[in-house]
């Protein structure tokens, strides 16, 4: 397995984004969904990784360079690729490249009920803290955050 900067707009990604919108989409409100568009997902602070098992697309994930601190977005593996390690390499990847990018911190938003995601971000390291950025508080909403 590899990790390494991806594309976003390569159709076998986009696919992969595409199903994570939907499952989002199934599970909460409008107002409750914070992902990030695939043209959102191509900004310059942006920055975008995909795990790879040969020609496989395993799974995906970013950082977003907030000033202060990275926000981890687009979370999400290939639901033949779940419980095989492409999440934890996605992550590792990713809290390595925020911290070459001089940032202390690293945050996220996450649904409630998403188990799965709330273990893998808290045996990364990641502990509940309070809405940050623009993110109001609700119902729905579990935010993390790592120091690095």
Same mark, same amino acid.
Request: with cysteine; net charge neutral.
């Given at each position: ?53 040969? *020609?496989?697309? @395993?799974?995906? #994930? ?10 981890? $977005?687009?979370? &999400? /593996? ?26 202390? *911190?690293?945050? @996220?938003?996450? #649904? ?10 808290? $045996?990364?390291? &990641? /502990? ?21």
């Amino acid at each position: 397995m590899i990790v390494e900067r991806g594309d976003p707009r390569d159709p076998q990604v986009t696919a992969l984004l595409q199903a994570s919108h939907t499952l989002m989409k199934s599970l909460f409100s409008p107002e409750e969904n914070h992902y990030l568009s695939i043209d959102a997902l191509c900004v310059p602070e942006v920055h975008f990784f995909v795990a790879r098992g040969g *020609e496989t697309l @395993l799974g995906c #994930g970013a950082v977003k360079h907030m000033g202060t601190y990275g926000e981890l $977005k687009s979370m &999400f /593996t290939a639901k033949a690729a779940r419980g095989k390690g492409a999440a934890s390499a996605i992550l590792d990847h990713i809290v390595k490249h925020t911290r070459t990018l001089g940032l202390s *911190e690293l945050k @996220l938003e996450t #649904g409630k009920g998403l188990d799965a995601a709330h273990r893998l971000y808290a $045996k990364h390291g &990641f /502990t509940p803290c309070g809405p940050f950025g623009d993110y109001p508080a609700n119902e729905t909403s579990l935010f993390m955050e790592k120091p690095l």
